[in-house]
C-alpha cells in the first residue's frame, strides 16, 4: 500500500489530490444488503492490477457552507449523468468529511476499462474518489493521520458508493463483512487478509473474458433489493458466511482444488439467485456457458488449476495461480477467445492496491 505523502496542512486552502484505484473481484460474492449499505452476507475479493480508475480531486476554499460540485468530467468529457450521480454521492458523505461544504471542487476521472462491461467500474471509481476525499481531509484538518485510520475511513466511505468499492483500497485478498471468526471484521469497513496466505495462492491471475460489453440489463442495485423477497436468500446469507470461513482457511493452506469448488460454487450461486429473483433474469450468455464447460473440461484434462467466476454480468474472469500462467494463456487463445466479439480479454493480475499520484494528471 502507498503512505499518503502530503503533511498535514500543507495544502488547507487550495489543492488537487489524485489517486489510482483497482477493481477487484469477489470470489465469495456479496449479493444482498440491509439499510445503509450493510451486506447481508461477508465477502472475499482479489483487489486487481491494472483495471482502473483514475480520479484527480481538485480542491478550492469556497465562502464557509457555499462550496459545490463545479465539475465532473469521465475520460476527458463532462458527463452529467455521472456528476449528478457524484454529487449525491458528495452529500451522502457530508457527515463523514463536513469541510466539503466550504470548498468548490472539481473532479476528473477516467477508467483503463469500459465501465459498465461486467468489470467492477463503481468498486475502483468509489474507492479512488473516497481515497482522494480522505487525502483531502488530512490535507484540510491533519486527520486521519494514521495510515490504519486512513485506509479504514476510505474503506467506510467508499462503500457508502458501492458496497464493493470497500474492498478495493485494500491490496491481495480482502474481506468485507462481520465474520466472528475474523478478530477486526465489520460490516461498515473491509480489512485485509494477507497475513496469512499460502505461497500457491498469493499471486493470482485474472483473465477477464468479455463474452458481451453491452451495459448490464439489471443494476446491482436492483439485484441487491430483489434479493429482499428471494425464498432462498436466508440460506444463501447462511452459505456466503461458511464459505467465507472457509475460504480464509483455503487461502492459509493452500488448497488449491477448495478454492475451485468455492470460487465456482458462488459464481453459479450468485446467478442461480439473480434465475430466481422477481420474475427471474438471466445475465448470462451462450458464450458464458460455453467458457465454463471449457474451463472445465481444460481443467480435468491437464490438471492446470484455473476457475472461472462471473460478476454480475456475461463476462467471465478466469483465476489462476500465476505459475501456471504460461498453459492459461494458450487455452485462453486456443479456446476461449472464439467466445470473445473481437478476440477480447483483459490479462489482469492480483495488485499492489491503490496508488497516490498527485504527479499525474487523470486525462
Ligand atoms: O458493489 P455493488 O453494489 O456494485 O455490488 C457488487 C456485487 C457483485 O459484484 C456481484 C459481487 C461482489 O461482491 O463484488
Redesign the pocket.
Known amino acids: 500500500m502507498e503512505k499518503n505523502k502530503k503533511q498535514p496542512g500543507s495544502d488547507r486552502d487550495a489543492g488537487t489530490i489524485c489517486w489510482r484505484s483497482p477493481s477487484n473481484i469477489?470470489l465469495v460474492?456479496?449479493?444482498g444488503k440491509r439499510k445503509g449499505q450493510i451486506p447481508a452476507n461477508p465477502?472475499i475479493?482479489i483487489t486487481l492490477n491494472s483495471s482502473v480508475t483514475r480520479t484527480c480531486l481538485k480542491y478550492a476554499r469556497s465562502l464557509p457552507g457555499r462550496g459545490a460540485l463545479k465539475r465532473f468530467s469521465f475520460g476527458g468529457a463532462e458527463n452529467a449523468g455521472f456528476a449528478q450521480r457524484v454529487g449525491k454521492y458528495l452529500d451522502s458523505v457530508g457527515d463523514l468529511y463536513p469541510f466539503l461544504g466550504d470548498y468548490d471542487l472539481e473532479i476528473t476521472s477516467s477508467n483503463s476499462f469500459p465501465h459498465s462491461s461486467g468489470i467492477?467500474s463503481?468498486?475502483s471509481a468509489m474507492s479512488a474518489l473516497a481515497l482522494c476525499l480522505t487525502s483531502m481531509e488530512r490535507n484540510v484538518s491533519g486527520s486521519p493521520s494514521e495510515d490504519e485510520s486512513f485506509y479504514r475511513k476510505a474503506s467506510y466511505a467508499a462503500r457508502m458508493g458501492?458496497?464493493?468499492?470497500s474492498r478495493s483500497v485494500y491490496p491481495g485478498y480482502v474481506l468485507w463483512g462481520r465474520l466472528p471468526a475474523v478478530t477486526w471484521s465489520a460490516d461498515e469497513f473491509a480489512v485485509p487478509l494477507n497475513d496469512n496466505i499460502h505461497d500457491d495462492l498469493r499471486e493470482m491471475g485474472d483473465a477477464i473474458l468479455l463474452v458481451d460489453e453491452s451495459p448490464k440489463k439489471v443494476s446491482?442495485?436492483r439485484g441487491?433489493a430483489l434479493m429482499e423477497d428471494n425464498p432462498w436468500s436466508r440460506v444463501r446469507y447462511e452459505q456466503a458466511g461458511s464459505n467465507s470461513v472457509r475460504l480464509i482457511d483455503v487461502l492459509a493452506a493452500g488448497d488449491i482444488d477448495e478454492f475451485i469448488r468455492i470460487t465456482e460454487q458462488e459464481a453459479l450461486t450468485?446467478h442461480s439467485l439473480m434465475m430466481n429473483s422477481g420474475g427471474g433474469y438471466i445475465l448470462m450468455k451462450p458464450g458464458t456457458l460455453e467458457i465454463i464447460e471449457r474451463v472445465r473440461r481444460f481443467r480435468e484434462e491437464t490438471g492446470v488449476p484455473a476457475a472461472f467466476t462471473l460478476?454480475?454480468g456475461p463476462n467471465v474472469h478466469l483465476i489462476y495461480p500465476v505459475s501456471f500462467r504460461e498453459s492459461v494463456i494458450g487455452f485462453i487463445k486456443e479456446e476461449l477467445l472464439q467466445f470473445c466479439p473481437g478476440g477480447k480479454w483483459i490479462d489482469d493480475a492480483s495488485g499492489k492496491g491503490p496508488l497516490q499520484a498527485d504527479d499525474e494528471t487523470s486525462k
Open positions: 469477489a460474492k456479496y449479493w465477502s475479493s467492477a463503481s468498486a458501492s458496497g464493493s468499492a446491482s442495485s441487491h450468485l460478476d454480475a
